[in-house]
């Protein structure tokens, strides 16, 4: 009897050569996607810079202000941000051509779950960045400027302030998701709420110790980020004891086509 190799196939639906093709596709999309919003951001770059740079030039002494101290600095820092600026606004498009990949996937139990839990993921996400922006960063920067030894003066190099800030922004846009992955764990049945309770201390323990890892060696930086954490953890303990695990029940897979 002829000996014939199976078809290769990813999830038994499709071949792994089409999954491979729109993965590039939706990869195509969202880098397209990003590509026009630093188009738009990029002329408004300088402005950009001033906004995001206005909590610190507040606390500036007088006659001071921030200085550019490599030769392309006062180009390249301005388009950095806005390239970055452009992926953070493009972040809805980019996790929903993530979710149209992974969709199909899916039973319709699990996609009326994970809906919810993208949305809130974004919203999450931007109201980090927003708490580091409103909250963090004056506390932050008044400390630091305030602290200057007699006869310094602050002058900020603008590159080093931007790098500054991008971390700040991306640690507490991260850390604010964590009650949708608490929420996560509980579905996929890795952790139940009682299992949740019962380290908490440890929790609280670790959320200081990456607020160490990710934010700048001060205590009002670390400790702004680690009681939000340890907030939102308990946040994500209050939805999690909401729900149940999820069950994977073949029967009830939706195999209609994802946007």
Same mark, same amino acid.
């Given at each position: 009897?002829?000996?014939?190799?199976?078809?290769?196939?990813?999830?038994?639906?499709?071949?792994?050569?089409?999954?491979?093709?729109?993965?590039?596709?939706?990869?195509?999309?969202?880098?397209?996607?990003?590509?026009?919003?630093?188009?738009?951001?990029?002329?408004?770059?300088?402005?950009?810079?001033?906004?995001?740079?206005?909590?610190?030039?507040?606390?500036?002494?007088?006659?001071?202000?921030?200085?550019?101290?490599?030769?392309?600095?006062?180009?390249?820092?301005?388009?950095?941000?806005?390239?970055?600026?452009?992926?953070?606004?493009?972040?809805?498009?980019?996790?929903?051509?993530?979710?149209? $990949?992974? #969709?199909? *996937? /899916?039973?319709?139990?699990?996609?009326?779950?994970? !809906?919810? &839990?993208?949305?809130?993921?974004? =919203?999450?996400?931007?109201?980090?960045?927003?708490?580091?922006?409103?909250?963090?960063?004056?506390?932050?920067?008044?400390?630091?400027?305030?602290?200057?030894?007699?006869?310094?003066?602050?002058?900020?190099?603008?590159?080093?302030?931007?790098?500054?800030?991008?971390?700040? $922004?991306? #640690?507490? *846009? /991260?850390?604010?998701?964590?009650?949708?992955?608490? !929420?996560? &764990?509980?579905?996929?049945?890795? =952790?139940?709420?009682?299992?949740?309770?019962?380290?908490?201390?440890?929790?609280?323990?670790?959320?200081?110790?990456?607020?160490?890892?990710?934010?700048?060696?001060?205590?009002?930086?670390?400790?702004?980020?680690?009681?939000?954490?340890?907030?939102?953890?308990?946040?994500?303990?209050?939805?999690?004891?909401?729900?149940?695990?999820?069950?994977?029940?073949?029967?009830?897979?939706?195999?209609?086509?994802?946007?």
């Amino acid at each position: 009897m002829k000996d014939t190799l199976p078809e290769q196939t990813t999830g038994g639906d499709m071949p792994l050569v089409a999954h491979l093709t729109e993965l590039r596709s939706r990869l195509l999309r969202i880098v397209v996607i990003w590509m026009l919003i630093f188009a738009g951001l990029f002329y408004f770059a300088n402005d950009l810079y001033t906004f995001i740079s206005e909590p610190l030039r507040v606390f500036l002494p007088e006659g001071t202000s921030m200085i550019a101290t490599d030769v392309a600095s006062p180009f390249l820092t301005p388009f950095k941000l806005a390239l970055i600026s452009a992926l953070f606004l493009a972040m809805p498009f980019v996790l929903h051509q993530i979710w149209s $990949f992974i #969709a199909p *996937g /899916l039973y319709k139990h699990e996609k009326r779950i994970a !809906v919810p &839990l993208l949305a809130s993921s974004i =919203v999450l996400f931007y109201a980090g960045m927003a708490f580091a922006y409103y909250v963090v960063f004056p506390l932050v920067f008044g400390f630091f400027t305030s602290t200057a030894p007699e006869g310094v003066a602050v002058m900020t190099d603008i590159n080093s302030y931007l790098d500054f800030v991008m971390t700040l $922004f991306l #640690a507490f *846009g /991260l850390a604010f998701e964590i009650p949708v992955a608490t !929420v996560l &764990l509980v579905l996929a049945g890795a =952790v139940n709420v009682a299992k949740l309770r019962q380290i908490r201390p440890y929790v609280v323990v670790g959320c200081f110790l990456i607020g160490m890892v990710l934010t700048p060696p001060d205590v009002i930086s670390q400790t702004l980020l680690a009681l939000p954490m340890w907030l939102l953890y308990e946040v994500g303990i209050l939805f999690g004891s909401m729900l149940k695990p999820v069950t994977r029940e073949p029967d009830t897979k939706d195999d209609s086509p994802s946007a």
